[in-house]
């Protein structure tokens, strides 16, 4: 008799990894990434809006973003800090909060862990976004929903607010 395997997920079956290099040293892009003031001005896709309602830096700390898209739907998203080492690496979970569902009719993915790492290219910082999914269908959920296409267009809000500051 044959013992069978169960779930042979891998952690390629899990993740989505997006990679930005941006032309700002690394200290102010890890600024941008966790200041209020600076997320409120690039995060989400291009035409949104952001307000940050809780945001404690700290593991264990929470955090809560509203995005707001430009017909005034609000995607409330929150998260809870597992790791921080400014400024090279922030670990999260990454979860769609209370009322997520009433703007999005579909079956939400799950136990979301999203990990930020900074890297210092010679005052260019290189941005590795690694976002692991409890199974690989949570993951093909997400991917449905346009999460990469909303970080890259995020990111290039983030690459056109760093020229600013």
């Not at 929150?78 to 579909?106: H, L, M, N, Y």
């Amino acid at each position: 008799m044959l013992k069978q395997n169960g779930s042979t997920e891998t952690q390629s079956d899990l993740a989505i990894v997006i990679t930005r290099v941006f032309n700002a040293p690394r200290e102010l892009v890890f600024k941008a990434w966790t200041e209020p003031k600076h997320i409120a001005q690039w995060w989400g896709p291009k035409g949104f809006t952001t307000r940050v309602t809780e945001l404690d830096l700290r593991p264990g700390g929470r955090s809560r973003y509203v995005m707001v898209a430009p017909d005034g739907t609000e995607y409330p998203v929150k998260g809870v800090f597992r790791e921080i080492v400014p400024p090279e690496r922030i670990v999260t979970s990454d979860e769609f909060d209370e009322g997520f569902e009433q703007v999005i009719a579909a079956d939400l993915p799950q136990g979301i862990v999203m990990t930020a790492v900074f890297e210092d290219l010679d005052g260019k910082t290189k941005l590795t976004l690694q976002i692991i999914h409890a199974t690989a269908d949570d993951r093909r959920k997400h991917e449905e929903m346009g999460v990469v296409a909303g970080w890259n267009s995020s990111f290039d809000c983030l690459d056109e607010y760093l020229i600013s500051i």
